[in-house]
């Protein structure tokens, strides 16, 4: 039986302001079942709020306005279910009552919030909470109900991991994963939960193009089969037009524009322009990489060749870009460079005055004579949560010091990477939790320029920012190299951050180099050389 579509989900003029600041200005919308809603727009615009205010999160709750959620309810055990008319309950088949729910009227303890909550899903941006010794698997298992028996768990597992395109990871330990792979199974994990409600926050911000088309896809799917609703911000305009039925632009807490997605993201990207006019002299080798292998081992699945045999050179005052799908070896590679990772074959080397520093071999006479000249960028950054920026960015990080040069050195960082000199006060003055997640992101890249290392490792250095601050990220980059003759080893998924930016790139799969060459000669083969492979490979990746 085709039911009618039906609202499932009401955002009315909800407003919200954070010690004087309007984040969210009389914000509306409406969605109804299997129906998608994008936001878009710059660092701090507003979309995190909103996403945590639908979630349910006290501390967001509007301070003008309502959520509302239309559910049927089951009067013998309870349920919620999506409220379609002349439908039982799908776990007693008991009697509904159809309702909606002003979930903010209601006191934190009411059955029916707390059970709501539960049917609401979030996947946040940057956040890879995962049992860490556990395989793929038993990290979804997690997510399911108590009362779901074994064989609907392992049904239901391989049906997400399909979804998320994790089926080849299964029995997996989730520490060994990459932070792409990460997020696709934090993604499951949420899913597996059964939500009414999916929210998803930069859902596919750290995967390839190849990968995030593939989720966008299916993602899609679920939610029209599900017959659920679903609101995702994305700085991807590919991925508002792809996966959105409407799309709102936010700019400081603003709705500049809501309606057709391809529409809306076309006005927002007026703003998207870079030009890149340099000429800068590439030097002689720095960082020497021969035949380079690491190697894992697991109880469960043996020896896991991480990295295989990779051989490249990287130049003084070069940018250069380690491009490649999900768990192709790329952050492992950085990892040794940076002498994180010992090498467990091959030799990774790097240039200090006139002495060639082997960075697998411990102690100050090794790498410990490098490793105080290079910064690197974690793609799973963290700042400091008790003390503001300013501190973050001086005493937190051991740089020792004048308060006024501190503070000094500090603007000039912060305004590399993209704050306005206008907000810069208050942005030294403020505490991570207070910024967005793409602002927190920039704070952790200015924590690694204040440095002024010789070798800066980037690991998706722009997968949560929308591309006017990419643009900006791409400026600071280009401009460190210039002004302060830094080399940069860009781990990125990003084309075009990939193309504005560097000098070469070299393309990994399965641990190994396929290609090294310049960076348009690299992505534009790239989307045709990953989908012939995953063809080969069944459709995994």
Not at 138 to 148: P, Q, T, Y
Not at 219 to 231: F, G, K, P
Not at 496 to 519: E, Q, S, T
């Amino acid at each position: 039986m085709v039911q009618k579509s039906v609202d499932l989900l009401k955002i009315e003029n909800v407003s919200k302001k954070f010690e004087g600041r309007t984040v969210l200005n009389n914000v509306s919308a409406t969605l109804s079942t299997g129906k998608i809603l994008g936001l878009i727009g710059k660092s701090a615009a507003g979309k995190s709020v909103l996403i945590h205010m639908i979630r349910g999160t006290q501390e967001y709750a509007p301070d003008s306005g309502k959520v509302l959620y239309h559910v049927n309810q089951c009067l013998k055990c309870g349920n919620l279910d999506i409220p379609f008319e002349g439908i039982s309950c799908t776990k007693c088949g008991g009697k509904v009552v159809d309702k909606w729910v002003d979930y903010y009227s209601l006191h934190e303890r009411d059955p029916i919030r707390q059970k709501l909550k539960a049917r609401i899903s979030i996947m946040l941006q940057r956040t890879f909470a995962l049992f860490g010794d556990n395989t793929v698997m038993e990290n979804i298992f997690e997510a399911f109900d108590e009362k779901v028996n074994d064989k609907e768990k392992i049904d239901k597992t391989i049906e997400l991991l399909n979804l998320v395109n994790m089926k080849h990871r299964t029995t997996h330990i989730a520490r060994d994963l990459s932070g792409g792979e990460k997020q696709r199974v934090v993604m499951a994990r949420q899913l597996a939960k059964n939500p009414l409600f999916f929210l998803a926050d930069e859902p596919t911000g750290t995967l390839d193009p190849f990968t995030a088309n593939l989720v966008h896809e299916r993602l899609v799917n679920y939610v029209r089969t599900h017959n659920i609703c679903m609101v995702f911000a994305s700085h991807w305009p590919e991925a508002i037009e792809k996966m959105a039925d409407e799309a709102i632009w936010l700019d400081s807490g603003n709705v500049l524009m809501h309606g057709e997605p391809s529409t809306v993201t076309k006005k927002f990207m007026e703003e998207y322009q870079f030009e890149r006019n340099e000429d800068i002299s590439i030097g002689k080798d720095l960082i020497l990489v021969e035949n380079a292998t690491k190697h894992f081992f697991s109880v469960v699945r043996g020896v896991v060749k991480a990295v295989d045999g990779v051989t490249l050179d990287i130049k003084e005052n070069e940018i250069f870009a380690l491009v490649g799908l999900s768990g192709a070896g790329k952050t492992t590679t950085s990892r040794m460079i940076a002498g994180m990772t010992p090498a467990t074959s091959g030799t990774v080397k790097i240039k200090i005055g006139d002495d060639w520093i082997d960075m697998s071999e411990s102690g100050f006479a090794g790498k410990g004579r490098a490793t105080s000249y290079i910064g690197f960028l974690h793609q799973e950054y963290t700042l400091y949560p008790f003390d503001n920026i300013l501190r973050n960015l001086s005493a937190c990080i051991g740089i020792t010091m004048p308060a006024e040069l501190a503070k000094m050195k500090a603007i000039q960082v912060l305004t590399s990477v993209g704050f306005h000199e206008k907000d810069i006060e208050n942005i030294l003055m403020a505490y991570p939790d207070a910024l967005s997640v793409g602002e927190q992101q920039r704070v952790a890249f200015a924590q690694v320029l204040i440095k002024e290392p010789r070798i800066i490792i980037l690991d998706e250095p722009t997968g949560t920012m929308d591309p006017i601050t990419k643009v900006t990220v791409a400026q600071a980059v280009l401009s460190a190299r210039k002004e302060l003759g830094e080399t940069f080893v860009v781990v990125s998924h990003d084309m075009d951050f990939v193309l504005n930016c560097c000098d070469r790139a070299a393309l990994m799969r399965d641990g190994k180099i396929v290609h090294i060459g310049k960076p348009e000669d690299i992505v534009s083969g790239f989307e045709s050389i990953e989908r012939e492979y995953a063809e080969q490979n069944g459709g995994q990746i």
